[in-house]
Nanobody, 123 residues
Framework: QVQLVESGGGLVQAGGSLRLSCAAS????????MGWFRQAPGKEREFVAT????????YYADSVKGRFTISRDNAKNTVFLQMNSLKPEDTAVYYC????????????????WGQGTQVTVSS
């Protein structure tokens, strides 16, 4: 059974930092494209960042570029999202997702999803 489990969310003040983790099991994800998405109340789920299987190639939404960093540890089947300089508009449920190949920023292209972790940024 394939599972993606996010952790690391919480409440933080604006300007603060959080590090999200996504632990994968039930499948070898070392060659998979991994992505982070988020969904704020009343809004559609949106792309945040993606990383290639090797970890060499990354891509970010303009809204988080320069503040967020995606990385992965394939030995531990884990993907991370380091979030710095957080803003109230970053408040959302953050999800990690996986797909077999090909970079994508589209939610429908991803096969596996975690249950999400809440990030709340207070002003």
């Amino acid at each position: 059974q394939v599972q993606l489990v996010e952790s690391g969310g919480g409440l933080v003040q604006a300007g603060g930092s959080l590090r999200l983790s996504c632990a994968a099991s039930g499948r070898t994800f070392s060659s998979d494209i991994m992505g982070w998405f988020r969904q704020a109340p009343g809004k559609e789920r949106e792309f945040v960042a993606t990383i290639s299987g090797s970890g060499v190639s990354t891509y970010y939404a303009d809204s988080v570029k320069g503040r967020f960093t995606i990385s992965r540890d394939n030995a531990k089947n884990t993907v991370f999202l380091q979030m710095n300089s957080l803003k109230p508009e970053d408040t959302a449920v953050y999800y990690c997702a996986a797909r077999a190949r090909g970079r994508s920023i589209t939610t429908n292209d991803y096969t596996y999803w975690g249950q999400g972790t809440q990030v709340t940024v207070s002003s």
